[in-house]
């Protein structure tokens, strides 16, 4: 038997091997860590358990990531993306637990067995998908920023869930509307301290904390711990309290800076999440419910993206934003084991479900993670039968302005909302089209009624996406002298340049680009004009700075009237 350093020390040095093969053989390194807490759990080599201190390391890694993705959010994205991370985070757990459900009790288990596997079956790890989506940088796009909302939906709905089953199998004292009232009270008076201290007592300490950067990363992580531990302490997740502690801060001029720091430490502690995961499996009868697992494998891989893509679909979001968030629930979550081990202390469960709820979370964790991770690839091959479940837009086109519109531009994000302005006031007729309903819906009635809100020229917004090509016949592409495409991804550019090519449209196509690769493939296959944000912005800040070509040198020169550039692409 080792002590302990030794243990940590072999611990390590098995998951930086892993990782070095994983890396080679370009596998996900979430699996090849959850393998080796297999490995070094009580199943395998029996080096650690779920009481050792990997557990703590663990549990921090969890509140940092959490916290990292609440200073990330935007009160702005809450609006929009809010009704429908509520309307699928809800839509998928009642789905998913009422057919869950069914089919266990069809594969022949007890009422009471069947609530536990369905309602583990029902909530997707949180942990695991922000980890992928923020190594894909996807995490501010808008299939991820959805995600992130029902996934935190999950965690709310997880702790009523968990009262609700701990009531279903107690004694006939328990009350469940009293358990439920004081769960809500907790809440209410938690969130009332919680917007008190950060309104009143947060921004003080944290500019005292900021004079040294060191301090400002040690507050971060005590600020992000303590909230977490008192979110647990009352009834909550350690994720929801660290949640709401990057939350607070996000409002903050320290944000950015605070999260930088933080990063590194995020993904060393996040290793031990995973190793712990790995080590908390239990496979002691695994063998008698291999039929079973596949079967509730296969509709945790299937149906709970299916449900995410038929509710955003009915809600006019495009095929691939829906399946790329509906691919973020194709998994059970680490509260799946939580409550399996509760359910078996309980006495309400027997080894072998708990062993069947661990098999269906290791296969669905590691599909899952390739399903996200090649997510683009496999939307591509899908495409023809996922577009099926696309609700085609009814709100027509605006009414033509003076026989139709100038400029087509595809993009209102940042850059390309700024685009858009700047060609309007120019005097040009824009239609806009973008590919997120809540956007077309806040921008859409100003622009058709006759105007911007700020005295630019008349133009239009309509719901569509770069990539559907049918879309294109309903674009008044004969009145349009240029086609211009704000979007930075490469696959929708590229789309939509051939869609244009094969409808015979005559006029000027210009497409944004991020990169010299993607620049010189657009020029390559016909764009007469590539945008480069990036590369202008950085010209831009030279000739502001008096510092660029042709700029007097030795001193600055004052920077010209008009708003700066904005270079975040779209």
């Given at each position: 038997?080792?002590?302990?350093?030794?243990?940590f020390?072999?611990?390590?040095?098995?998951?930086?091997?892993?990782?070095?093969?994983a890396?080679?053989?370009?596998?996900?390194?979430?699996?090849a860590?959850i393998?080796?807490?297999?490995?070094?759990?009580?199943?395998?080599?029996?080096?650690v358990?779920?009481?050792?201190?990997?557990?703590?390391?663990?549990?921090l890694?969890?509140?940092?990531?959490?916290?990292?993705?609440?200073l990330?959010?935007?009160?702005?994205?809450?609006?929009?993306?809010?009704?429908?991370?509520?309307?699928?985070?809800?839509?998928?757990?009642a789905?998913t637990?009422?057919?869950?459900?069914?089919?266990?009790?069809?594969?022949?288990?007890?009422?009471?067995?069947?609530?536990?596997?369905?309602?583990?079956?029902?909530?997707?790890?949180?942990?695991?998908?922000v980890?992928?989506?923020s190594?894909?940088?996807e995490?501010?796009?808008?299939?991820?920023r959805?995600?992130?909302?029902?996934?935190?939906?999950?965690?709310?709905?997880?702790?009523?869930?968990?009262?609700?089953?701990?009531?279903?199998?107690?004694?006939?004292?328990?009350?469940?509307?009293?358990?439920?009232?004081?769960v809500?009270?907790?809440?209410?008076?938690?969130?009332?301290?919680?917007?008190?201290?950060?309104?009143?007592?947060?921004?003080?300490?944290?500019?005292?904390?900021?004079?040294?950067?060191?301090?400002?990363?040690?507050?971060?992580?005590?600020?992000a711990?303590?909230?977490?531990?008192?979110?647990?302490?009352l009834?909550?997740?350690?994720?929801?309290?660290?949640?709401?502690?990057?939350?607070?801060v996000?409002?903050?001029?320290?944000?950015?800076?605070?999260?930088?720091?933080?990063?590194?430490?995020?993904?060393?502690?996040l290793?031990?999440f995973?190793?712990d995961?790995?080590?908390?499996?239990?496979?002691?009868d695994?063998?008698?419910?291999?039929?079973?697992?596949?079967?509730l494998?296969?509709?945790?891989?299937?149906g709970?993206?299916?449900?995410?893509?038929?509710?955003?679909g009915?809600?006019?979001?495009p095929?691939?934003?829906?399946?790329?968030?509906?691919?973020t629930?194709a998994?059970?979550?680490?509260?799946?084991?939580?409550?399996?081990?509760?359910?078996?202390?309980?006495?309400?469960i027997?080894?072998?479900t708990?062993?069947?709820?661990?098999?269906v979370?290791?296969?669905?964790?590691?599909?899952?993670?390739?399903?996200?991770?090649?997510?683009h690839?496999?939307?591509?091959?899908?495409?023809?039968?996922?577009?099926?479940?696309?609700?085609?837009?009814?709100?027509p086109l605006?009414?033509?302005?003076?026989?139709?519109?100038d400029?087509?531009?595809y993009?209102?994000?940042?850059?390309?909302?700024?685009?858009?302005?700047?060609?309007?006031?120019?005097?040009?007729?824009?239609?806009?089209?973008?590919?997120?309903?809540?956007?077309?819906?806040?921008?859409?009635?100003?622009?058709?009624k006759?105007?911007?809100?700020d005295?630019?020229?008349?133009?239009?917004?309509?719901?569509?996406?770069?990539?559907?090509?049918d879309?294109?016949?309903?674009l008044?592409?004969?009145?349009?002298?240029?086609?211009?495409?704000?979007?930075?991804?490469?696959?929708?550019?590229?789309?939509?340049?051939?869609?244009?090519?094969?409808?015979?449209?005559?006029?000027?196509?210009?497409?944004t680009a991020?990169?010299?690769?993607?620049?010189?493939?657009?020029?390559?296959?016909g764009?007469?004009?590539v945008?480069?944000?990036?590369?202008?912005?950085?010209?831009?800040?030279c000739?502001?700075?008096?510092?660029?070509v042709?700029?007097?040198?030795?001193?600055?020169?004052?920077?010209?009237?008009g708003p700066?550039?904005?270079?975040?692409?779209?």
């Amino acid at each position: 038997m080792h002590d302990e350093f030794t243990t940590f020390a072999l611990i390590m040095g098995l998951a930086a091997v892993a990782g070095l093969v994983a890396n080679r053989l370009r596998q996900p390194l979430i699996v090849a860590l959850i393998a080796v807490g297999v490995l070094a759990g009580p199943a395998g080599l029996g080096w650690v358990s779920g009481g050792d201190e990997l557990e703590l390391l663990a549990r921090l890694g969890i509140a940092l990531l959490l916290f990292l993705v609440g200073l990330k959010l935007d009160v702005h994205l809450i609006r929009t993306t809010g009704p429908v991370a509520l309307a699928t985070g809800l839509g998928q757990v009642a789905f998913t637990s009422g057919i869950g459900f069914l089919i266990a009790l069809g594969l022949g288990m007890s009422a009471t067995t069947a609530l536990y596997v369905a309602v583990a079956l029902t909530f997707s790890s949180t942990i695991i998908i922000v980890k992928l989506l923020s190594d894909k940088r996807e995490l501010d796009q808008l299939h991820g920023r959805i995600a992130v909302g029902f996934l935190v939906v999950q965690d709310i709905v997880v702790v009523l869930v968990m009262i609700v089953l701990s009531a279903f199998g107690g004694g006939p004292g328990e009350s469940l509307a009293s358990e439920v009232a004081l769960v809500l009270a907790k809440g209410g008076a938690f969130l009332g301290g919680l917007f008190v201290f950060a309104r009143y007592l947060l921004p003080p300490a944290l500019n005292w904390a900021a004079r040294s950067q060191e301090l400002l990363s040690l507050f971060a992580v005590a600020w992000a711990t303590a909230l977490a531990a008192v979110s647990e302490h009352l009834g909550f997740s350690v994720e929801v309290g660290a949640f709401l502690a990057g939350v607070a801060v996000a409002s903050t001029p320290y944000r950015d800076a605070a999260g930088a720091r933080l990063v590194g430490l995020r993904d060393f502690l996040l290793l031990f999440f995973f190793l712990d995961l790995g080590a908390r499996l239990e496979f002691s009868d695994a063998a008698t419910q291999l039929g079973n697992a596949a079967v509730l494998s296969l509709f945790v891989l299937v149906g709970n993206p299916l449900i995410v893509l038929v509710i955003m679909g009915a809600m006019r979001y495009p095929a691939r934003v829906s399946f790329l968030a509906g691919l973020t629930v194709a998994q059970i979550s680490e509260f799946s084991l939580i409550l399996a081990t509760l359910g078996l202390a309980l006495g309400h469960i027997d080894d072998s479900t708990v062993a069947l709820i661990t098999v269906v979370g290791l296969v669905t964790i590691g599909l899952s993670t390739y399903m996200i991770l090649y997510s683009h690839q496999l939307f591509d091959r899908l495409a023809p039968v996922l577009r099926r479940f696309e609700a085609r837009t009814t709100r027509p086109l605006p009414e033509d302005v003076g026989g139709g519109y100038d400029v087509i531009v595809y993009g209102l994000g940042r850059y390309g909302s700024h685009v858009v302005a700047a060609l309007r006031r120019a005097g040009q007729r824009v239609l806009a089209v973008d590919f997120d309903p809540r956007v077309v819906s806040d921008q859409g009635p100003s622009a058709t009624k006759g105007g911007t809100g700020d005295g630019t020229t008349e133009g239009g917004v309509v719901f569509g996406d770069a990539e559907d090509l049918d879309f294109l016949e309903t674009l008044p592409l004969a009145s349009a002298a240029w086609v211009v495409s704000t979007i930075p991804s490469a696959p929708a550019s590229l789309a939509l340049l051939h869609g244009l090519r094969h409808h015979g449209y005559q006029g000027r196509v210009a497409l944004t680009a991020l990169n010299e690769h993607d620049a010189q493939r657009y020029a390559e296959l016909g764009a007469d004009v590539v945008l480069r944000p990036f590369a202008v912005a950085a010209d831009a800040t030279c000739d502001l700075l008096g510092l660029g070509v042709g700029a007097p040198a030795g001193g600055l020169s004052p920077p010209p009237d008009g708003p700066e550039p904005d270079p975040s692409p779209s």
